[in-house]
Every structure is written in structure tokens, then in C-alpha cells.
């Protein structure tokens, strides 16, 4: 019954995507309104047969219906219950079951967000290519990744459980769906680029309309990175949270295209430049999330992190050349269009800092990307098999991270069009002296070496100048009348508190690198040792044992506080045994324990790795710090009215476009003032 109504779900999404690409199509090419705005009803049955295979698919996995290949690979009916409902995405084809619902979810949030504009032909279109996108990965579980094949033969009386690094933290619950949230839901912006080109329509409008899709799309892939980082360090017991991992890599890749496009698309609504820019770097994210499902769930990589194998790889990869190539061949189409009337009136200005803050992007993501694809092209030309390990990775990247600290401090300093000298002292001075301070302190403290000492005072310096900003704002909202927390919101300011967190994430990860210190000692139950002034007291051994695990954990002390366990742990019969981590954290450090070797006997000694990282807990709180600007920057900001609407368009008959802080500018690109809602040419469509 599970697979029949799989089945049914599956077929039902899939269906539904290609007739609403016909209707769609059909109605947009005859310049049928009323087709085009039949065509919102599939989004409807799309997520209903998304829903009915989900369902489906988690009804197998808690009544153990091991008659599904999937689940009796999957699951056994000693996995505990929250196990078993995440191990529908423990794999290929339940992976690819929880993108489609994902997905599914986002088409019918946009169709409903865009009901009273559903005839526009830039909604149509963007309706259109959301529903191409969904009929690829359905067609996926209606052919080689079927979630729902059954087993030849009778089914087992049991099954094998998911992989035991995934039934080893609950973090497995909230990491995988948040980045699916994040890569799935960039194709909403990727539809609405692409139907900006199609229509030729290739102004502001695309952007402003999705500018909270990509904030959202974003701000789950960011959760998604941290808790991935804070599951590696919780989990895999080698005390570290980032080793460039390809499966890693896959989502970081996306990220800092986003990113990129997250800034540069502030001066396209202010000034209209750099829309080749942006509709290329939309392009490049939404592509490299097909890329990173490429690496991740094609089998291609060995990694830790992957835990699939598939012959979907090629499918994957024709289907990441369509849309990338597809992407390209559009901009490149719609060339003249893309040209911007103006130009970057001086390079030290604020759009002279976005366009250098693109390119800095830029450069990492295609380090990143070498670094990760080049051993695959390697193997594939030569038959030998090379590996490119944290060190390229780390020299690459550290000078490009330090590039984008000073450019936070910076950039948001500089004024529109021109900066000067007396400007730019006004406002840097502060910060610039207190990035000196700080470097003047740590080198007073004892601390050494070049590279963590600059990442301090670009840290510091960065810091004190986007806190000036929010003061700044703050300040504003006051005198306005408004509540303070109006003053950090909106996408400028929610931006600043982001840089804050980018801050607080790179001064923990310059400490936790540099300063980390990992030993191992090996201790009788009772005795002790000295570790970076920290005193480890071996106890005994503990034995755990449960129908789901069977663990021999060290009842280890640190400085007199736990005792923490540290362990070696089972998860059913059989399985492989795994290191379970042990953390003494802190708001200055963690002690991170792992036993390294046990004993042959109760009284033997054992080997307990130690670990001593100072600010680690930091790399955590960051993160947070930068979902809540995120969020911030997603509301709507505090706008600007002037005392004299009509002196804000001296030519009303000028197509306006109105930036969040209310500050307009006309088909040129050259600012107008500011002006009301109310005053808002109406002959010029808003999607938003």
C-alpha cells in the first residue's frame, strides 16, 4: 500500500508539472491571460502529490514496511523513532523525495505570494520555469531514484539500519532540511532572473520581487552550514568543524555566490548598474546547488559527509549544464538590454566597494570550486587519483577572507558616486583606531603571528565601524519617533548586524586555528594529567548498553567539573563502531575528549584524546548573530519622507525606481531625492 500510494504521489507531482508547463507555455505564447492564470492551479496538485509520497514514504518508515528497498536499507526496528522519520533523507532517493517537497512547497508559496499579478508575463514564466524544475527532480523519482521500488522477493524481517554516524546526534533532524530550505529555495529568484530575460523585462522589478525569497533562501543555507559545522564538531570526534570537505564544499559554493549577489544588487536598485552581475551571479548559485547534489548524492566523492551512492550522477550533471548554459545563452541574448546608461563614477565609492566585494566572492567560490572538482577532472583524464587537502584551501582562501574583513569596514562607510578624504577620516577614524588597539593589546598579551594578528584588527576594525552604522540608525529612528529596533532593520542595517556575526564567526575561527592544541594522554583509572593548564582525571570505564546502542564510555573530570563520557559507541548489531565525543565548553574555550584506545580489562589504562581550542562556542553564537540579520534585514526598513513630496520628482513623466531607505533614481541612474509611496509614478508595475 506504501508504494502504491508513493507511486501515485510521485506520478501526481509529476503530471501536474508538465501540464502546468503546457498551460503555462501555451497561454504565454498565444498571450492567453486567462491560461496563464490557469495555470497556478498544478502548483496545487504538485505540492498535494508531494505531500501524498512524503506521507508515504514516512508511513513506510514507522510501521517498518521493509517490503520498500528503501526502507529496509535505511531502517530496522531498533532505530529509535526520531531516527526513523530522518532517515527518509538519510539517502539518494528520500533525499531527493524531500528537495521535491521542499520544492513543491516554494511554487505554491510564489504562485499564492503573486495571486493578484498571476496574468503578468514575468510571473507566468517564472510560474513556468519553477514548474520545469520540479518535473526534473520528479521524473527522478519516477525513474532511477524511485524512493518506492520494492525488494524482489520476500520482504526481511528486519532491515539495516540508517548509517551509524546519522542515529548519533539529533542534529540530523534540523541540518539536512534547513539546507535543502537553502538550495531549494534559490530557485525562486533563478525562475524570476530567468523570466526577466525571457521577457526582456530585465529592470529592477525581478529583484525587488524576490529580494525576500533570496533573504530567506539565504538565511536557511547559512543555519544549514553552522549546524553542519556544529554536527561535525560534535560527532566525527577529530575536534575540528571545517576540513574542505567536496560534500562541504558543495554548500559553501552556493553560499558566497548568493552572498555576492545579496550586495550587488543593492546597486542595481540604486543605480541600475551591474545587472550582468546579477543576473549571473543568480544564475551561478542556482547552478551550483545542482552541482553540490551532484557531489553530494552522486557517489563521485569519498567523503564522510556523503552517504549514497547512485547512478543519477550523469542525469545530475546534464541537467546542471542545461541550466547553467541556458543561463549564460539568455544573458548573453538579452546583451544590449543589459547595458547600463551610466557607469561607476569614481572606484572609491560605494559601488566601486560592491564591485570589488563581487569579484572578491567571485575568486573564492572559484578557488573553492578548482580545489573540490579538480581531483574528479584529474582522475577523469589521467586514471590516478589526486587529492587537494585543507592547506590549498587554507593559503588560497586567508588572504581573500582578510580582503572581504577590511572591505566590511569600509565599504559601508563610502557614499554613493564619490568618496572623499575628509569623509572617509570622519567616519573610519574610530574604527581605525580601535582595530589598532586591539592588535597593540594582543601583542602585549604575548599573542604571535602575522596572520591571526591582522585577522584581530580587521576583525576589531570591522567590527567598530558597522556598530557605528547601527548606532547611527538607531540615532535616527529615535529622532523620528520610531522604536530603536526600527533602526536595524531593513536590508541595509540587518546587513550590518550580519557583518557583526561574519566578525564574531572569523575572530573564533583565527583562534580556534591557531591557538588549538590536541594531545593524547594515557591514564590509569585515577590518575591524572596536565593539558594546556587544565587537569584530566581518569576515573573508570563505564558500560552502556540498549536496544538502540552499546557503548564503553571514560568517566573522565576536567578541572574537577563532570564526569564527561567520552565514548566508543555501537548503534544495533553488527555496525561498525564510532568515537563519541566528549565536550567541556566554554565561554573562552572547550576541552574536547575522545577516547583514542581502551583498555583489555576494567583496570588498564586508556588513551584519552584531548583537545584544547580557546573561542570555539563563538563560531556558534556568530552564526546566530548572523540568522537574526538576516531576519532583520528581511523586514521593512525605516523610510525616508521628505517635507515636500513634489520636490522629490522634478519630472514626473521619468520612470522612478524607490530603494529601501526611500531614495529614488530615474532611468539614468542619477538620484532624485526622496520620495513617498504616495507619489510613486502608478504607470510603473510593482511586483511587490
Request: proline content about 6%; glycine content about 12%; hydrophobic content about 50%.
Amino acid at each position: 500500500m506504501n508504494a502504491a500510494l508513493g507511486h501515485t504521489g510521485v506520478l501526481l507531482g509529476l503530471v501536474s508539472a508538465v501540464v502546468g508547463m503546457a498551460v503555462l507555455g501555451t497561454g504565454l505564447l498565444r498571450r492567453r491571460p486567462t491560461l496563464v492564470r490557469a495555470g497556478r492551479a498544478y502548483a496545487v496538485l504538485l505540492l498535494a502529490g508531494a505531500v501524498l509520497a512524503t506521507v508515504a514514504m514516512e508511513r513506510a518508515l514507522i510501521t517498518h514496511d521493509f517490503s520498500l528497498a528503501f526502507v529496509a536499507a535505511n531502517n530496522s526496528r531498533s532505530t529509535p523513532l526520531l531516527y526513523t522519520i530522518t532517515g527518509m533523507w538519510s539517502a539518494l532517493a528520500g533525499s531527493i523525495l524531500l528537495w521535491g517537497l521542499i520544492l513543491a512547497g516554494f511554487v505554491a508559496a510564489m504562485v499564492w505570494r503573486f495571486r493578484r499579478t498571476s496574468g503578468d508575463p514575468l510571473v507566468g514564466w517564472a510560474t513556468l520555469v519553477c514548474y520545469g524544475v520540479a518535473a526534473f527532480f520528479f521524473a527522478l523519482m519516477a525513474g532511477p531514484a524511485d524512493p518506492f521500488q520494492t525488494v524482489s522477493g520476500a520482504a526481511p524481517s528486519n532491515g539495516l539500519g540508517p548509517n551509524v554516524l546519522l542515529q548519533d546526534n539529533p542534529l540530523v533532524a534540523i541540518h539536512p532540511p534547513m539546507l535543502y530550505l537553502g538550495f531549494v529555495g534559490f530557485t525562486v529568484p533563478f525562475a524570476f532572473a530567468v523570466a526577466s530575460l525571457v521577457t526582456g523585462r530585465v529592470d529592477e522589478d525581478w529583484q525587488l520581487a524576490t529580494r525576500r525569497w533570496t533573504l530567506v533562501a539565504w538565511g536557511c543555507l547559512t543555519v544549514g552550514i553552522v549546524l553542519g559545522a556544529w554536527w561535525s564538531y560534535q560527532v566525527l570526534g577529530w575536534g575540528g568543524f571545517w576540513a574542505w570537505d567536496p560534500v562541504e564544499n558543495a554548500s559553501i559554493l552556493p553560499w558566497l555566490c548568493a552572498t555576492a549577489y545579496l550586495h550587488s544588487a543593492l546597486v542595481q536598485e540604486r543605480r541600475g548598474l551591474l545587472r550582468v552581475w546579477n543576473l549571473s551571479l543568480v544564475v551561478a548559485t542556482f547552478s551550483l546547488t545542482i552541482l553540490g547534489t551532484f557531489l553530494t548524492r552522486s557517489g563521485v566523492v569519498e567523503s564522510v559527509h556523503s552517504f549514497t551512492t547512485s547512478n543519477i550522477g550523469p542525469i545530475l550533471l546534464a541537467f546542471f549544464a542545461v541550466v547553467l548554459l541556458g543561463g549564460v545563452g539568455l544573458i548573453a541574448w538579452r546583451g544590449d538590454r543589459l547595458r547600463s546608461a551610466g557607469g561607476i563614477d569614481a572606484p572609491v565609492s560605494r559601488e566601486g566597494a560592491f564591485l570589488l566585494n563581487n569579484m572578491l566572492f567571485a575568486a573564492f567560490a572559484f578557488v573553492v570550486l578548482l580545489g573540490t572538482v579538480f581531483p574528479l577532472l584529474y582522475e577523469a583524464f589521467s586514471g590516478q587519483q589526486v587529492t587537494v587537502g585543507a592547506p590549498y584551501f587554507d593559503t588560497m582562501t586567508l588572504p581573500i577572507g582578510l580582503a572581504l574583513l577590511l572591505l566590511m569596514a569600509v565599504g559601508p562607510a563610502l557614499p554613493w558616486r564619490k568618496a572623499d578624504a575628509a569623509t572617509l577620516s570622519a567616519r573610519l577614524a574610530v574604527p581605525a583606531w580601535t582595530g589598532t588597539v586591539v592588535v597593540v593589546c594582543c601583542v602585549a598579551a604575548g599573542v604571535r603571528g602575522l596572520g591571526v594578528l591582522v585577522a584581530f584588527g580587521l576583525g576589531a576594525f570591522a567590527g567598530a565601524a558597522n556598530v557605528r552604522q547601527l548606532v547611527l540608525a538607531v540615532r535616527a529612528a529615535r529622532r523620528h519617533g520610531a522604536p530603536a529596533w526600527r533602526g536595524v532593520s531593513g536590508r541595509a542595517n540587518g546587513g550590518m548586524v550580519v557583518h557583526l556575526g561574519v566578525v564574531v564567526i572569523a575572530v573564533a575561527l583565527a583562534s580556534a586555528t591557531t591557538f588549538g592544541h590536541r594531545t593524547q594522554v594515557t591514564l590509569t583509572p585515577g590518575k591524572s594529567a596536565i593539558v594546556d593548564g587544565h587537569r584530566i582525571s581518569y576515573e573508570a570505564l563505564a558500560f552502556v548498553s540498549s536496544p538502540v546502542r552499546t557503548a564503553t564510555e571514560a568517566l573522565v573530570t576536567v578541572d574537577g567539573h563532570g564526569p564527561y563520557r567520552p565514548a566508543v559507541s555501537q548503534f544495533g548489531p553488527g555496525t561498525e563502531a564510532v568515537g563519541t565525543p566528549a565536550i567541556d565548553s566554554g565561554v573562552f574555550q572547550d576541552v574536547y575528549l575522545t577516547v583514542d584506545s581502551l583498555p583489555a580489562g576494567r583496570e588498564g589504562p586508556v588513551s584519552i584524546g584531548v583537545t584544547v581550542q580557546p573561542l570555539v562556542s563563538w563560531l556558534w553564537v556568530g552564526g546566530g548573530i548572523v540568522v537574526l540579520g538576516a531576519v532583520l534585514a528581511a523586514l521593512p526598513g525605516r523610510r525616508r519622507r521628505p517635507t515636500d513630496p513634489a520636490s522629490a520628482l522634478p519630472d514626473l513623466g521619468r520612470r522612478v525606481r524607490t530603494s529601501e531607505d526611500g531614495v529614488v533614481a530615474d532611468g539614468n541612474g542619477h538620484d532624485v531625492g526622496a520620495v513617498p509611496d504616495a507619489v510613486r509614478d502608478p504607470a510603473v508595475p510593482s511586483l511587490r
